[in-house]
């Protein structure tokens, strides 16, 4: 599936970028740096997306989910900011194992410049996206295989991307405060991933989410 975007869009930069250095890149490389299995005979990738599993042939970078995994929304099929994403981490990322401890965003190099960006683009989202339609969220959370964790008045912890996690935690809101929340993310993002990526990150998985509580 191409990549769908406006000729002005700020997508289309970066996606031409990444891509052409994708496919100028050794695929047995990129396989070994970041840990994503590569079968050099069908000549694709496979690797597993909040719960869905992909192959993307190179070099076209094409991505296609899994027939039997049909959970309904596959943002690396469907968005551009997961497309990118992904496209960035084969030609940059480099695998690391998380010591099994989460950080917020302002504990990521850089985050604390971001952070308003972040609190306004992904913790004020999820809060009075799902605050108050807790319903919503544990189905939307179920679906993607999370698992619930004790903190605040409902949350829980899934695979984002192959190795790396997130925690996704709500407080229900009432006559006195608004709902809100908190994203914490594995301790080992900030090794893959720089603190733009990471709000992306933030942006993916509640897009996602949001798409499957419909």
């Given at each position: ?63 296609h989910h899994i027939p039997e ?146």
């Amino acid at each position: 599936m191409e990549l769908q975007y406006e000729k002005d869009s700020k997508e289309r930069i970066p996606y031409e970028h990444y891509l052409e250095r994708f496919q100028k890149s050794d695929p047995k490389e990129i396989s070994q740096r970041t840990g994503i299995p590569y079968d050099p005979e069908q000549r694709v990738f496979t690797l597993r997306l909040m719960g869905v599993t992909y192959q993307i042939r190179y070099p076209e970078y094409e991505v296609h989910h899994i027939p039997e995994e049909r959970i309904g929304y596959y943002p690396l099929e469907e968005a551009a900011n997961a497309r990118i994403l992904v496209l960035r981490y084969l030609v940059e990322g480099n695998a690391a194992i998380s010591t099994g401890k989460f950080i917020t965003y302002r504990e990521a190099p850089w985050g604390s410049v971001y952070l308003k960006q972040f609190t306004g683009r992904c913790i004020m989202r999820l809060a009075y996206g799902f605050g108050n339609k807790q319903e919503h969220f544990r189905k939307a959370m179920e679906t993607i295989g999370a698992i619930p964790l004790n903190h605040g008045d409902i949350s829980y912890e899934f695979e984002f991307l192959d190795g790396y996690r997130l925690q996704m935690i709500l407080w229900e809101g009432d006559e006195e405060f608004p709902p809100s929340s908190q994203i914490l993310f594995s301790d080992n993002f900030p090794i893959a991933f720089q603190a733009e990526d990471m709000a992306v990150v933030g942006d993916i998985s509640i897009n996602m989410l949001k798409a499957l509580a419909k």
